[in-house]
């Protein structure tokens, strides 16, 4: 939820999970009430704690002579975590801190360094934009409008890419004829249909040398 090392693909993944959770949570309102209930219970009192968990005598005892009494206080553990996953104050506090933090390793081309203090870095930015570019898909098939914020981080991080993209197309024009894009430019390109970005001549040409060799060397591909 949030993430232990403070690098941008991590905090990339918390901002994709917690904006998922709470667009699940808007339209699963009786999940919304049972967590409500749980978290507002007494602890080790009510449903929120495994029922081998609340006689202390018992747990003890079967601690030591049934190991899968374990199987009982990762129960209590899930519920706890689902209390925390999904209470609406700590996931907009997730949700706001992991924008910040994508935010500040941004930098002014568009790129995402991957620690604070170093250059753009085309597979941090790749790794970044795959995220965001699931969660506009995601929201945009379910009517949902993506937050301002990320989506201007997207567009951003994505006229990286396309800058990226097309400077190493222009080096694979040097090569011999026969050539194969690589997974990276195929996946960028599936992210560009993602997004529902237009595009320029320069990439409609790219876009389509690529398909057209893609269909003429279809046993050169790899899995």
Same mark, same amino acid.
């Given at each position: 939820m949030t993430p232990r090392n403070d690098n941008a693909i991590d905090w990339a993944s918390s901002l994709y999970v917690n904006l998922l959770v709470k667009h699940l949570a808007s339209r699963m309102p009786k999940l919304q009430e049972l967590i409500s209930q749980w978290s507002s219970e007494p602890a080790g009192t009510g449903t929120l704690d495994s029922d081998l968990t609340k006689n202390q005598d018992l747990k003890d005892i079967l601690l030591e002579e049934a190991p899968w009494m374990l199987s009982a206080l990762d129960e209590t553990h899930? $519920?706890? /975590? +689902?209390?925390? +996953?999904?209470? /609406?104050? +700590? +996931?907009? $506090? $997730?949700?706001?801190l992991a924008t910040e933090k994508l935010q500040s390793l941004q930098l002014s081309d568009g790129g995402w360094s991957w620690f604070k203090g170093m250059e753009s870095s085309y597979y941090t930015t790749f790794s970044v934009c795959s995220h965001l570019s699931k969660l506009y898909s995601y929201m945009s098939r379910n009517n949902v409008e993506l937050d301002k914020s990320t989506h201007r981080m997207l567009t951003k991080g994505m006229d990286y890419l396309d800058n990226e993209e097309l400077d190493y197309y222009k080096k694979l024009g040097k090569k011999e004829k026969k050539w194969l894009p690589s997974n990276s430019p195929l996946h960028y390109m599936y992210m560009t249909s993602e997004c529902g970005r237009k595009l320029s001549s320069k990439q409609k040409t790219m876009f389509d040398d690529y398909i057209k060799r893609i269909k003429k060397y279809p046993k050169d591909l790899s899995i």
């Open positions: 899930y $519920r706890h /975590s +689902l209390c925390e +996953l999904f209470d /609406s104050q +700590l +996931l907009d $506090r $997730r949700i706001e």
